[in-house]
């Protein structure tokens, strides 16, 4: 399995609507591929809101309008903050039958009102038992931070050097949201609470964007990108039933089976591109995916070994919190990344290396996708 | 490629909600199928409105999370109407991988108002041009029926012969929406106008309802039903550029295909359900298929050709008109029929024959799916 073409949008407050997005991240991906449109088999598209928040589902079929004539089988998949990452895992599994799969990702958000956008984002999570009891995402967030750095001893000034770094990353990636945005510490101390002990900094934006990358199981040009693996697996959508909500048995699970099929151990990850909805949720995420040993997390971040310089690299592009969540492409723009390290072609952030993970999850965690790519 | 277990709930007006009808399906399906629940590998699941009416996205989720523990591999699709089909057409795709898989399709309309319940459905067709020129469902299908009823001498009582028999058929049908109701000639020229020439009787109603397969590549018991072929292929999301809106490439091109791979002739197909959201596609959709030629399947409709009694009878379970749409659950729902069917256990609604075919069309037609079993 390889990725023979990548393409994206800048992620950001975008004037594009949804298909002129996909046009653009399409059409990039094809001449990165030097490929004819006549050349794809199949078209997976992944996108979370645009039903809930513009009437706009069917986006497998406005994929197949944007590419005319071709009649492709085309393929919406939904998979909350997941659908990128799940999208790409079920294209790859159909490459048996497609030998050229165009996956999309895409979304808009910057122009809902930011109750709406709350609202639409929400029904990523259980309507009986969370919804309908208030607990909205960055509540959600909040409650998993407040348990996991009560176990670990981790503190503010520990999900501060996440936000930190991740600012820092994106001022190196121009398609990045905050691409160009100063940030300080003290930035961060002054900026609202969100809900405690998550400030704004500790939490991802709304942004438009869409990500596109072509696979298939031959390798046509030298800088074509293998993955290793691909796997993703499910949990509960609501946190009211786990015991534990400051690791999650979805994460592990897709990791561990990644791991397996790359033959590798995760000790063998040069850099990641980790789902950092949340900063603290990058630091446990980086436990459940075997990167550090549980708790170990905050020794990495305040020693930088996850700093473009140090010895793991994590979210070079900026992550969720920088380089934006415009949440169908998430997934997709990881993989970008990925493709663009492992090519050598990150120039200011490019980091040495030849295994890149990916780690997408959608609620927490309900779904969970795990990409591994070598170079 | 087998089906080992057919379930569904009662199509209508159901108090359950989205959770409760899948997990009612699901249960039967691994039931029929004599499977425990640890014996599934992967969950597909089609749901088209769940998020835009009832913020309840990300149902991969949710249905892992009714089957408690497992942490399977589990995919939401959505493609308009065409949902139920493009969901196992991509099950079907994943059987090199996965050996047992459960695909779900599930949707709850009936609780929302009538203006709330019009808006989610067009979210199936192109928000810039048509949603927002206010071309609703049943207006393009008023515009699809009026220029097929012309260009074929198609008349108004041609359209009540395909409601008059999908109503009787659905009497016999405990499961279907209007199962008990008395349909006749004069009670649909009495029924209100809904967009002309389309009267009440002529459109598919708004129904809650579920259905679940499983699927696999090995075959367990002998009434299990072999999937000959199964196909999808994508149209132009809108109308406004296509130069013959009387029949559709998307259902030509998947028809074509399936027919290739099953080894079959149309002719040799002794009974289907055919996607009737209005009357007059359930004709035109006949001449797509080949199942009659261009212009006539009228003549079909007039010698009761596709009765239960008849030769090629169409919608045995009372067709997306009387046993309901549900529009998720829909393509599931078709392929239990045809299991049904093929197995002998469709009681006074039983029809003769070894060959049956299943076809869902999302938007007109953005999305077609075809799929052919044989007993």
Do not use: W
Not at 36 to 51: H, P, R, T, W
Not at 87 to 97: D, P, V
Not at 104 to 124: F, H, N, P, Q, W
Not at 308 to 333: F, Q, R, V
């Amino acid at each position: 399995m390889y990725i023979l073409g990548i393409g994206r949008t800048k992620f950001g407050v975008l004037p594009e609507s949804i298909p002129e997005m996909m046009y653009e991240s399409i059409y990039k991906a094809l001449d990165d591929a030097n490929m004819d449109v006549k050349e794809l088999d199949a078209i997976f598209v992944s996108n979370f809101i645009g039903d809930s928040s513009y009437n706009q589902a069917h986006l497998s079929s406005i994929a197949s309008t944007l590419l005319p004539d071709t009649n492709l089988p085309s393929f919406r998949v939904e998979a909350a903050c997941a659908g990128g990452g799940v999208a790409l895992h079920l294209g790859l599994n159909t490459l048996h039958k497609y030998k050229n799969v165009l996956v999309i990702g895409v979304e808009k958000m910057t122009d809902l009102g930011s109750m709406e956008s709350l609202r639409s984002v929400c029904s990523a999570t259980d309507l009986v038992l969370e919804q309908k009891e208030g607990l909205v995402f960055p509540a959600a967030g909040a409650l998993v931070s407040q348990l996991y750095m009560k176990k670990n001893n981790v503190t503010l000034k520990d999900l501060n050097l996440v936000a930190l770094k991740n600012h820092e990353n994106a001022n190196l990636n121009p398609y990045a949201h905050f691409y160009g945005k100063k940030v300080t510490e003290e930035i961060i101390n002054n900026s609202p609470i969100i809900c405690s002990p998550l400030r704004l900094f500790d939490c991802s934006p709304n942004s438009d964007g869409a990500a596109s990358v072509i696979i298939s199981n031959e390798k046509r040009n030298k800088r074509d990108i293998k993955i290793a693996a691909s796997e993703m697996a499910t949990g509960n959508i609501h946190l009211a039933i786990e015991n534990d909500i400051t690791n999650f048995p979805a994460t592990k699970i897709a990791g561990e089976k990644a791991y397996k099929a790359a033959g590798i151990t995760p000790k063998e990850i040069n850099f990641a591109e980790i789902h950092d909805g949340f900063t603290a949720m990058e630091m446990s995420s980086m436990e459940d995916l075997q990167l550090c040993k549980p708790g170990k997390a905050k020794e990495l971040i305040r020693n930088g070994i996850t700093k473009l310089n140090g010895k793991l690299p994590i979210n070079m592009d900026g992550g969720l919190k920088a380089n934006g969540h415009p949440i169908g492409a998430t997934g997709i723009a990881q993989i970008y990344e990925l493709v663009t390290q492992l090519r050598g072609e990150a120039k200011k952030r490019q980091v040495p290396g030849n295994i890149g993970l990916a780690y997408t999850f959608g609620a927490l965690v309900g779904s969970a996708s795990v990409h591994i790519l070598r170079g």
